[in-house]
Every structure is written in C-alpha cells, then in structure tokens.
Nanobody, 124 residues
Framework: QVQLVESGGGLVQAGGSLRLSCAAS????????QGWFRQAPGQEREFVAA????????HYGDSVKGRFTISRDNAKNTVYLQMNSLKPEDTAVYYC?????????????????WGQGTQVTVSS
C-alpha cells in the first residue's frame, strides 16, 4: 500500500524557517514527479512547488518564489520543502503529493497520491 507521510511542520515566528519532509513507502517514486500543496482554512488547496523525477526541474507558486526550495532524495524516497522567510500568510496544512507521469503538474487533479498533511503555523 502506498503511503506518504509528511513531517517537520510546527509553529514558527515570522521570518523563521522550517523544513518539511515527505517519506514515501509501498513503492519507489524515483520515476515520478512530486509536489507540495497547502490549504488554509476556508480556502482551496493551493500549488506550492513541484519537482520532476530527476530533481533537475522545479517550479514554484508565485507566493513562495525566492523563499521556498523543493528537493528530493530518490535513494531515500523522500521529498523536502525548505521554507525560509516565513510569513503569517504561509500558515496552512501542507500536503505532499506524487504524480505518476514524470513531468511536473500544477493542479490537485494532476497528482495520484497524497499524504495526510502537516500543519505549519507562522505567528506575527
């Protein structure tokens, strides 16, 4: 059974940093694209970042460009999201996702597997 487990969320002050991890089990995803999305209360799930199968191509949502970095370690079947210069508006539940085609996807519908999410709260 495929399972994605996020970790690394928590409470941080504005301007601080967090590093999220998403460990996959049940199969290898080294040939799959992976992404991060987030969802704040009362809002739709929003694209944050994505990375292709090799890690050579990345894309970011406009609101996080220059502050967040996505990376992956295929040997560990894990994807990461380094979040710097955090703002209160970054507060949300963060979800990792896997897309079986190797190319990057930008919408919820593009992804086949989802984690349960990890809460990130940024205080002002």
């Amino acid at each position: 059974q495929v399972q994605l487990v996020e970790s690394g969320g928590g409470l941080v002050q504005a301007g601080g940093s967090l590093r999220l991890s998403c460990a996959a089990s049940g199969r290898t995803f080294s040939a799959s694209a992976q992404g991060w999305f987030r969802q704040a209360p009362g809002q739709e799930r929003e694209f944050v970042a994505a990375i292709n199968w090799s890690g050579g191509i990345t894309h970011y949502g406009d609101s996080v460009k220059g502050r967040f970095t996505i990376s992956r370690d295929n040997a560990k079947n894990t994807v990461y999201l380094q979040m710097n210069s955090l703002k209160p508006e970054d507060t949300a539940v963060y979800y990792c996702a896997v897309r079986d085609p190797s190319g990057i996807g930008y919408t919820v519908q593009d992804y086949n597997y989802w984690g349960q999410g990890t809460q990130v709260t940024v205080s002002s």
